[in-house]
């Protein structure tokens, strides 16, 4: 279609130069492509990304004091927190005007709460103070005084004017079992409050234990039906997806039927004399019950891309290694063993990830030992109300997992992923 | 995996040991799903064998449990508001993925890794964090609480299968195909119906079983962004472990395990329809 001008530049036949043209096909291709996939980028622009954006903003936000108290802060402008003064009449004035409205509209609630993340008693002091404010008379100084003792510690107040500001470390620091000094110094809380580092590290732990677990069951598994002919490994293969398709909550229920005190393993032991009716093994609700149900229903994660990568190595390396002199043992160390990395860390990685994400299971079988972080994220969601801090945790938690994530791309390819 | 009749007794001793190693992971894998199917059958209401029926004595044995779970109306309502929401959500994620999987299979797709990594973001980012980020924003805009939210976000959850099994089977396709029926006379239209639409159907299918399966299994999100209105049946199989344990949810958990059997049943035969279209394995 292309002939030769004069000028010895290729074009089409209706004379647009063929680089041009070929250029501009491009282009339109690439646009068409684009719009092909603008739908469901867009759907999961507003359904997926922007919920995770609004929780990562939550984790930092802190308007409860700047909106409720906005007299306060503009009061407390002028007040040096290092002079060691309290602040003058017109800020308790303004304090007063702020908790009688706050009562009046109930928004004296979420500020007293906030308020007592930081220190305890505030509380109580806010609530105290916003109901005597109502009928106040000045001056507010002794007033507020009377309501509340609080009024007159300057901690109090300079805990007001640090969360002034639109935006607070507290949740993070929080979520790492640390806080803000009264002097602005980031501190360790007290030991008997620590928990989300112990929980943090338990998480990792637990998940890595459950990550090796997976490997050593399913790397023979996999070698067995990667070696097997296509027809008896295709049925093998059922045992392996049968469990990866059925109900989480199923498997998780099974476990609870066979662990449990007075469950079929227990029960089974008795009746083979192994152990006495009143030493029943405590198998659950605890973490041996995590780590056992958590292998259970991750071990397919492992076996799949194991398979997969396994299902490319030629049997004929393993008896060339063998002819060549090496014994069992060093063939498969020295020659298998170092073709199936790829896919011990596609499987490993896979599997951390879904484990240290996971709530089900450890909240069903890992009673109070067992549970990992995310437990406590439903908790401070549904029990304890603190959003920001389970804004603070889950962001935590996210970076993690991301970090995971861009690893397992960049080493395997998120398209090189197999459903069964 | 056969013994080479020069195996030496210490490798026979291996092969077998290593055999034994392999039926009792197999038994760690599929026992536990084996154990519950009788236990759902029990007389009693115990998550263990009784006497009566470790003797296979009739009496041990009762359909109770099963009769608890059709005849109870929070069940069956449950079960109905799954399939709205499984329904709606996975022609939802199957129309928005295989849309995009077109898309993403073209040879000028910009980004392609980077997009694909977006796409399959919803199934790496843990449930919870999913779960927790949806329920603060789909409470600002009204949608917690409703059928719409819930559907939502398990279309979010859905999507990274379609997306998957999709891309999958359309970057397979051979448009030397296209080439060979429009070189035989067929026309577009028909083409695209007799050539195209059969080798990726059993693609588009399975996506969309995933899809269904993923939100029909699907408990945490419920939780959070579900009201009461919108339970589903994961959901009251969840605060039916919690609170008052009865065999119905053992029950139940045998519907399930014969719903997945029927499942992979069909992706079976699915893969072997499109293999056998695409000429890569013979009958």
Not at chain 1, 396 to 418: C, P, Q, S, T
């Amino acid at each position: 279609m292309s002939e030769s001008t004069s000028s010895g530049v290729l074009t089409t036949a209706d004379g647009v130069p063929l680089k041009v043209s070929l250029r501009r096909a491009v282009r339109r291709s690439r646009f068409k492509a684009l719009l092909l996939v603008a739908p469901l980028l867009l759907f999961l622009g507003i359904a997926f990304v922007m919920p995770i954006f609004d929780m990562l903003s939550r984790s930092v936000a802190n308007p409860e004091v700047p909106t409720h108290l906005s007299r306060t802060v503009a009061a407390l402008e002028d007040w040096d927190s290092q002079s060691g003064e309290l602040p003058d009449e017109s800020t308790y004035a303004a304090l007063a005007t702020d908790l009688a409205e706050g009562h009046e509209n109930r928004a004296i609630g979420r500020l007293s709460s906030r308020l007592n993340y930081e220190q305890s008693g505030m509380r109580s002091a806010i609530m105290r103070s916003g109901m005597a404010s109502r009928t106040m008379e000045p001056p507010y100084k002794e007033g507020l005084l009377e309501a509340h003792e609080a009024w007159g510690q300057l901690e109090t107040w300079r805990l007001i004017k640090r969360e002034s500001s639109p935006y607070t470390m507290s949740y993070y620091l929080a979520a790492v079992d640390m806080k803000l000094s009264p002097e602005g110094a980031i501190v360790d809380v007290a030991d008997n409050q620590k928990i989300y580092q112990a929980l943090f590290w338990r998480t990792f732990w637990m998940s890595g234990v459950i990550t090796l677990l997976t490997l050593v069951l399913g790397f023979p598994i996999a070698y067995l039906l990667a070696n097997l002919p296509l027809r008896k490994s295709n049925l093998l293969m059922i045992l392996v997806l049968l469990p990866f398709w059925t109900s989480l909550l199923v498997r998780t229920t099974t476990w609870i039927a066979i662990l449990q005190s007075q469950g079929v393993l227990n029960d089974m032991m008795v009746a083979l004399g192994v152990i006495a009716d009143d030493a029943r093994w405590q198998m659950i609700h605890n973490k041996l019950g995590t780590i056992i149900a958590m292998t259970h229903i991750l071990l397919p994660f492992m076996i799949l891309p194991l398979y997969s990568v396994m299902k490319t190595i030629p049997s004929s390396y393993m008896h060339a290694a063998r002819s060549l002199g090496g014994k069992p043992f060093l063939s498969f160390r020295r020659v298998y063993f170092p073709l199936t990395i790829p896919g011990i860390a596609a499987g490993g990685i896979l599997v951390f990830i879904l484990s240290i994400g996971y709530y089900i299971t450890p909240a069903l079988v890992g009673g109070q030992s067992g549970r990992f972080i995310t437990n406590y994220i439903a908790y401070h969601m549904q029990t304890s109300l603190n959003w920001g801090l389970a804004a603070a945790i889950a962001s935590i938690l996210l970076f993690v997992v991301i970090i995971f994530y861009l690893v397992f791309n960049r080493l395997i390819g998120v398209d090189k992923v197999k459903l069964g | 995996m056969a013994i080479p009749s020069y195996a030496t007794r210490g490798e026979r001793l291996w092969h077998y040991a290593f055999r034994g190693l392999c039926t009792l992971i197999f038994l760690f894998l599929i026992g536990p799903l084996l154990v519950i199917i009788p236990l759902s059958f029990n007389a009693e209401p115990y998550f263990t064998f009784t006497r009566e029926m470790l003797s296979f004595d009739p009496a041990g044995y009762s359909l109770r449990w099963y009769e608890d779970f059709f005849t109870s109306s929070r069940w069956l309502n449950s079960i109905k508001n799954s399939f709205i929401v499984g329904i709606c959500s996975t022609l939802l994620a199957t129309v928005l993925g295989t849309t995009a999987a077109l898309g993403l299979t073209s040879r000028h797709m910009p980004a392609r890794s980077v997009v694909m990594a977006l796409l399959i973001s919803p199934m790496i980012v843990p449930l919870i964090i999913s779960a927790a980020a949806m329920f603060f924003f789909f409470s600002k805009v009204h949608l917690a609480q409703t059928y719409l939210g819930v559907i939502l976000a398990h279309t979010v959850l859905g999507i990274p299968f379609v997306v998957i099994t999709v891309t999958a089977t359309l970057s397979s396709f051979d448009t030397t195909l296209i080439k060979a029926a429009h070189s035989l006379g067929a026309s577009p239209s028909r083409t695209f119906f007799k050539v195209v639409l059969p080798l990726v159907t059993p693609g588009v299918v399975s996506g969309a079983l995933f899809a269904f399966i993923t939100s029909f299994d699907e408990v945490v999100v419920v939780l959070f962004v579900a009201g009461p209105g919108q339970r589903t049946m994961p959901l009251q199989m969840w605060s039916g472990i919690r609170e008052e344990i009865s065999p119905t949810i053992l029950a139940v958990a045998t519907l399930l395990v014969l719903l997945s059997i029927l499942l992979l049943t069909t992706l079976e035969l699915l893969r072997r329809r499109s293999e056998r279209l695409r000429g890569l394995s013979p009958g």
